[in-house]
């Protein structure tokens, strides 16, 4: 089941520069994004979140991006803090199925000071 | 904060033996969901929970797997008979509305079961 990929495992950045990380799907009935943070021991968070009616979702130092038509979303940190480093999780869920989201495989970011 | 409270945090279960998994979801939450991680692997959906029964479940929740409320605070998951490949990182998971809403779903810490 490869519905949402996330390419990349691992990112690193220097703090106080802009962390992208990078979701692709393949599915065009999802209709709603959601980006989860996930520190070790802990569950995932949820960050932040785009309808599939918008391009853009910013929250603070988190932006969103939604390219319907190449089934691509992105998240920007801006500026990234070492607080930030953690396994990011793109997730997606169909339209109509409440709760049940399709997770891709995470990328660890580091920030380094 | 409010927050899903997961017991235990580790479990170590012999094959073939019953394990139950529990979790308090936030208080004011309707819906609750099962979620699991096998190491290296994705988050998966297990089963979504509603108004006292199974709204939704993924294929991985088969006859081996149950979900109850027993009462009004707590969320169980039972696996019958373990598996080796049922040890992964289980979490629970609620949020406010369901269907209807674009909600965010509020997850737990996670219980890591080891099937020997």
């Known amino acids: 089941d490869q519905q949402v990929k996330q390419n990349s495992p691992s990112l690193s950045v220097q703090e106080g520069r802009i962390s992208i990380l990078n979701c692709d799907y393949t599915?065009?009935?999802?209709?709603?994004f959601l980006w989860y943070k996930k520190y070790p021991a802990e569950g995932p968070t949820f960050l932040i979140s785009?309808?599939?009616?918008?391009d853009k979702n910013e929250d603070g130092r988190f932006t969103v991006f939604l390219n319907k038509s190449a089934k691509h979303l992105s998240l920007h940190i801006v500026p990234s803090q070492p607080g930030d480093s953690a396994v990011y999780f793109c997730?997606?869920?169909?339209?109509?199925?409440?709760?049940?989201?399709?997770f891709g495989q995470g990328t660890e970011l580091s920030v380094k000071p | 904060e409010p927050e899903v409270t997961q017991t235990p945090s580790h479990q170590v279960t012999q094959m073939g033996q019953e394990v139950i998994l529990r979790c308090v979801p936030i208080?004011?939450?309707?819906?609750f969901y099962w979620y699991r991680q096998i190491l290296g692997q994705k988050v998966e959906f297990l089963v979504s929970?509603?108004?006292?029964?199974?709204?939704?479940k993924s294929e991985i929740f088969d006859d081996q797997f149950s979900v109850e409320r027993p009462d009004g605070s707590n969320f169980t998951l039972k696996i019958r008979s373990t598996k080796l490949e049922d040890s992964a990182m289980y979490f629970c998971?609620?949020?406010?509305?369901?269907?209807?809403?674009?909600?965010?779903?509020?997850f737990g810490s996670g219980t890591q079961l080891s099937v020997l």
């Open positions: 599915n065009s009935m999802f209709d709603y």
């Open positions: 929970f509603y108004n006292n029964e199974i709204s939704e």
């Open positions: 998971a609620s949020s406010p509305t369901g269907v209807s809403g674009y909600e965010k779903l509020f």
């Open positions: 208080s004011n939450h309707l819906y």
């Open positions: 785009i309808s599939s009616i918008k």
């Open positions: 997730a997606a869920r169909f339209y109509n199925q409440g709760g049940k989201l399709i």
